[in-house]
């Protein structure tokens, strides 16, 4: 969802396998991988959800399929605005042609005989799905999900112009100081971050807070 964010100024470090496989995620990369501009991961994620963010998206519509609707119609809003003056015009087609039946028949209850809701709409869908060449199924989930989609696709937008006391100088990468980041990883019971510092050669001077010495009674009782 974070490749939104890419731009001629923002790129995205992707951890492939941990800190030892980092890839850098530019626009080019996510072109050529995805075929998709950056923007598009808004509407992939309307469409296909993403449970680790909780984005329902269209149940039964997965990456694949709503990577090809983007490719195709470009946005989801365009997509439903296609679905929809599809459904229009076969509307009118099918008025037409009962107006013409009736004209023959000269039977009212005999047309609506011929042709359940039901009937209807799967004949709806079947006929949106081959105007659109879409399989049916899909169109089907489509409409079901409609109000759905569009609460994901503002879920999965993540908002720039939100305020924010930054200042992108204090996120600069650097040096630091390794006793009070050791410090705070004893305090906070940082274990496997503590054994990334190696042994301590000279034993710390720092008196231990009394939030620690109560961890450290605890600790002693396993």
Not at 13 to 42: A, C, M, V, W
Not at 59 to 83: C, H, M, N, R, S
């Amino acid at each position: 969802m974070i490749y939104q964010l890419v731009n001629g100024n923002v790129k995205v470090y992707s951890l492939r396998r941990g800190l030892s496989q980092l890839e850098i995620i530019d626009h080019d990369t996510i072109k050529k991988e995805y075929n998709l501009d950056p923007h598009d991961f808004i509407d992939l994620k309307a469409l296909a959800g993403d449970p680790s963010d909780n984005i329902p998206g269209v149940p039964g519509v997965g990456p694949k399929t709503a990577t090809e609707l983007i490719q195709k119609f470009d946005t989801l809003e365009k997509l439903y605005e296609k679905i929809q003056e599809t459904m229009i015009k076969i509307q009118k087609n099918h008025k037409s042609q009962i107006t013409n039946h009736k004209q023959i028949t000269n039977s009212k209850s005999e047309i609506l005989n011929n042709l359940t809701i039901e009937q209807f709409n799967n004949e709806m869908v079947e006929n949106v799905a081959k105007e659109l060449e879409i399989k049916p199924r899909t169109i089907k989930l489509l409409l079901e999900n409609k109000d759905q989609a569009f609460l994901s696709q503002k879920l999965a937008t993540i908002h720039c112009d939100v305020p924010i006391d930054f200042n992108l100088e204090d996120a600069k990468w650097g040096d630091y100081d390794k006793d009070k980041l050791r410090g705070l990883f004893e305090e906070l019971g940082f274990r496997s971050l503590l054994a990334r510092f190696g042994k301590v050669e000279a034993k710390s001077d720092r008196k231990p807070t009394e939030e620690q010495k109560k961890k450290d009674e605890q600790l002693k009782l396993l």
